[in-house]
């Protein structure tokens, strides 16, 4: 099946910082997501986004389908940031996800 | 944005019960939810889709006599954990798709069901 690959697996910034976050995947895909997991154990969705570029106030993502990578782009990091992102696939199999592993975020004050 | 609701938010039971959870999409039609789980500090495992008026199909090596799905209608499917034990425990979380008028393949989650099994 499909590999879902995301780096790095931890990540600390300070308020304020930059980061980008990686998802790589191994085969083409129909629907990719990018989700943030609060302390809850909520998962919201960021964006969907198979293909191009898309931007949500601080946040932006971009997927490069035929090279098989996205990247989740987080400016100005504030301490509401933290938590786990996730990067999630769907290969053509009917609408199930694969979760990559994460990358857990902490942002200091 | 589509909701998803899950219930109850958490469970403690004690070995041996059955343990029933809800998922329900609130302002949209879901023919297809799913239903997955997660290990403390691990990612989301995918057990079983729901279609709505058939069979669940399940993930391999998940035990579709210990987690029964039902998807009764559009809005509603249901994860009965039975006869529990404590390897059990873990964060179930649904999703539900929205194939609604000019939306993609989105797939929403539901704020996840704790259940601890003593």
């Known amino acids: 099946g499909i590999q879902v690959e995301q780096s790095p697996p931890d990540l600390i910034l300070q308020e304020g910082a930059n980061s980008t976050l990686r998802c790589n995947f191994s085969d083409s895909v129909n629907n990719l997501q990018w989700f943030h997991q609060n302390p809850w154990g909520q998962l919201i969705n960021l964006f969907y986004?198979?293909?191009g570029t898309k931007q949500n106030g601080r946040l932006s993502a971009t997927t490069v389908a035929t090279e098989r990578y996205s990247l989740l782009y987080i400016s100005s990091s504030q301490t509401t940031d933290s938590g786990v992102y996730f990067c999630a696939v769907d290969g053509n199999q009917g609408g199930k996800l694969i979760f990559g592993q994460g990358t857990e975020l902490s942002v200091k004050p | 944005g589509a909701v998803v609701s899950q219930h109850p938010s958490w469970v403690i039971c004690k070995s041996g019960t059955s343990v029933k959870i809800e998922c329900r999409s609130l302002d949209f039609q879901a023919t297809t939810m799913f239903w997955y789980r997660q290990f403390p500090k691990q990612s989301l495992m995918l057990m079983a889709t729901s279609n709505e008026g058939s069979k669940a199909t399940y993930e391999q090596g998940v035990e579709k006599d210990k987690f029964l799905i039902n998807h009764a209608s559009l809005t509603l499917s249901t994860l009965t954990v039975t006869s529990a034990h404590p390897e059990d425990s873990s964060f179930y979380i649904c999703?539900?798709?929205?194939?609604?008028?000019?939306?993609?393949?989105?797939?929403?989650f539901g704020p996840g069901t704790r259940l601890t099994v003593l």
């Open positions: 986004i198979p293909s």
């Open positions: 999703s539900a798709r929205d194939r609604g008028s000019g939306t993609t393949d989105t797939q929403y």
